[in-house]
Nanobody, 124 residues
């Protein structure tokens, strides 16, 4: 089992910044990809950013250039620095950890874990 705990959400004005943190614990040696997702009310869950065990990153077009993802030296905590926040960024943000990309070809069974989510609200 892997446990993920998000923190850092809150209420900010448009144009402001927040830094989200995701602390991983448990059997984390099998985790190769970590990601941030978000889900706004009435919307589908959306992938925001990913980071691999080798620190390679990918971003959705909606946040590219605004929300850099990073990890600490021990690779047990992942961060999402949210800058130039917009009202449309309002959502519950979820941390995700997986053994591989779900769409990758592999004979290894896909496994993933989710945090409880943290609310981010951006006012106009």
């Amino acid at each position: 089992q892997v446990q993920l705990v998000e923190s850092g959400g809150g209420l900010v004005q448009a144009g402001g910044s927040l830094r989200l943190s995701c602390a991983a614990s448990g059997n984390i040696n099998s985790i190769n990809v970590m990601a941030w997702y978000r889900q706004a009310p009435g919307k589908q869950r959306e992938l925001v950013a990913t980071i691999t065990s080798g620190s390679s990153t990918n971003y959705s077009d909606s946040v590219k250039g605004r929300f850099p993802i990073s990890r600490d030296n021990a690779k047990t905590t992942v961060y999402l620095q949210m800058n130039s926040l917009k009202p449309e960024d309002t959502a519950v943000y979820y941390c995700n950890a997986a053994n591989r990309y779900s769409g990758s070809y592999s004979t290894i069974r896909f496994r993933e874990y989710w945090g409880q989510g943290t609310q981010v609200t951006v006012s106009s």
